[in-house]
C-alpha cells in the first residue's frame, strides 16, 4: 500500500447519499431544505460530482428535512443499466422510491410500479 494513498476533496455542504460507478460519482443533498452554502439556498436533488451539477430535481422535503440515498443500476435482474435509483425517506410519511434515466432528469416512477412493470415485461418474454 502507497504511504500517501490518492486522496482529493470536494466543495460541496453535506452529501447525504452516495453512489459509484467505475467512472461516475453521484450524492444526494441536503438534509434540511433551509441549507445554504455560499450564502446560496442548496436545492435538494441527485447532483453529479463533475461541477458538481444537480442531475435529478426532488420535491422539497415534508416537514422540511429528509435524506435522499441512491443507486445506479449495474444492469442486472431487468432493470437498465445506469438507470438511477433515489430513495425518499421523509421525517413524515410513507418512504418511495423514484428511478431515473441514467443522464438523471425529472424522476420517471415509483418503485412500486417500476417493480409490477419489470415482472410483467419478464413474465412476457418468459423470463419469470
Do not use: H, W
Not at 46 to 60: C, E, K, M, Q
Request: aromatic residues 8%; contains cysteine; charged residues 10%.
Amino acid at each position: 500500500m502507497p504511504s500517501n494513498p490518492p486522496s482529493f476533496s470536494v466543495n460541496v455542504p453535506a452529501p447525504i447519499g452516495i453512489a459509484a460507478t467505475p467512472n461516475k460519482l453521484l450524492f444526494s443533498q441536503p438534509f434540511c431544505d433551509t441549507q445554504t452554502f455560499g450564502g446560496s439556498l442548496v436545492l435538494r436533488g441527485v447532483y453529479d460530482l463533475i461541477g458538481p451539477t444537480r442531475i435529478v430535481p426532488l420535491a422539497p422535503a415534508i416537514g422540511g428535512c429528509d435524506e435522499n440515498y441512491l443507486a445506479i443500476s449495474p444492469g442486472l435482474g431487468g432493470f437498465a443499466n445506469g438507470n438511477i435509483f433515489v430513495v425518499n425517506f421523509p421525517v413524515a410519511g410513507t418512504p418511495s422510491v423514484f428511478q431515473t434515466p441514467p443522464g438523471g432528469g425529472a424522476p420517471i416512477g415509483e418503485l412500486s410500479d417500476l417493480f409490477i412493470e419489470s415482472v410483467r415485461s419478464r413474465a412476457a418474454r418468459g423470463a419469470c
